[in-house]
């Protein structure tokens, strides 16, 4: 507090100089920080040299007339100059303007303030709409890699299937007919005619068994000679035997 009443005192205290330069009938009103006083016609401003020491903030200049009403018993008549009264008008005009201006920016902001909430509240859910769907994708795709896989699998079956239906030899269909399918004893199979050109004849005069090198995995085989679907491998090179108990 005492610190306070000092700072007012010095500011009176120092403001109280620029008070002595201006006439003492000039000054219209004075406090801790301020002075109004007036100038009359023709004369300088004679604290236009102490600009610097005293800031004189938006100075408003409007000129007065003062007419004493003397007559009516005492009093005062102010008459404002109308170009100042004029100018003062425009100047709250524009005030007012501008404060709507002001308010009409500040509603356009708070609606876009909105709109910006709105955007991004929509593109939170489409970020987890986006997942959601990435989800999905990923899960088609894996799908997709498993049923390419079994594709795959049943691709190479009914290759498999088909090629079981075709003599490894001469690579015609069986059928029930000509070419029956003859399985040798190594699990391969020829159709008929096949099995007769691979027949390796015997010597003349000998009554050997038939034998035949299987065209798949070059084992040799023995065939009987009523054919029969069924053979047996042997050592290659040493004739068979065929088996005792097998009635032929
Ligand atoms: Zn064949
Ligand atoms: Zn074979």
Do not use: W
């Not at 330069?21 to 301020?34: L, Q, W």
């Not at 015609?172 to 000509?178: I, K, L, P």
């Amino acid at each position: 507090m005492q610190i306070s009443a000092y700072t007012i005192s010095y500011a009176l205290i120092y403001l109280y100089d620029f008070m002595e330069k201006v006439e003492v009938e000039d000054i219209i009103y004075a406090d801790t920080d301020s002075i109004v006083y007036s100038i009359p016609d023709g004369e300088e401003d004679p604290l236009e040299n102490s600009i610097g020491d005293l800031k004189r903030m938006n100075p408003v200049i409007i000129s007065v007339q003062l007419k004493l009403r003397g007559d009516e018993g005492g009093g005062v008549q102010v008459i404002v100059d109308p170009q100042a009264q004029t100018e003062v008008e425009k100047l709250k005009r524009t005030l007012e303007l501008r404060g709507k201006r002001m308010t009409a920016m500040q509603k356009r902001i708070e609606i876009l303030e909105n709109v910006q909430r709105e955007l991004d509240r929509r593109i939170g859910n489409l970020q987890a709409e986006a997942r959601v769907h990435q989800a999905v994708i990923e899960g088609l795709q894996e799908q997709t890699n498993r049923d390419a896989d079994v594709i795959d699998f049943l691709h190479k079956e009914q290759l498999a299937y088909e090629g079981s239906r075709l003599c490894s030899v001469c690579q015609y269909r069986y059928d029930s007919a000509a070419r029956t399918p003859h399985v040798l004893d190594c699990g391969h199979a020829v159709c008929g005619p096949c099995l007769d050109r691979l027949i390796i004849p015997p010597p003349p005069n000998q009554t050997v068994d038939l034998v035949l090198r299987c065209p798949v995995c070059r084992k040799i085989v023995y065939v009987y000679p009523a054919r029969s679907r069924v053979v047996f491998s042997m050592i290659p090179g040493v004739l068979p035997v065929p088996p005792r108990d097998l009635d032929i």
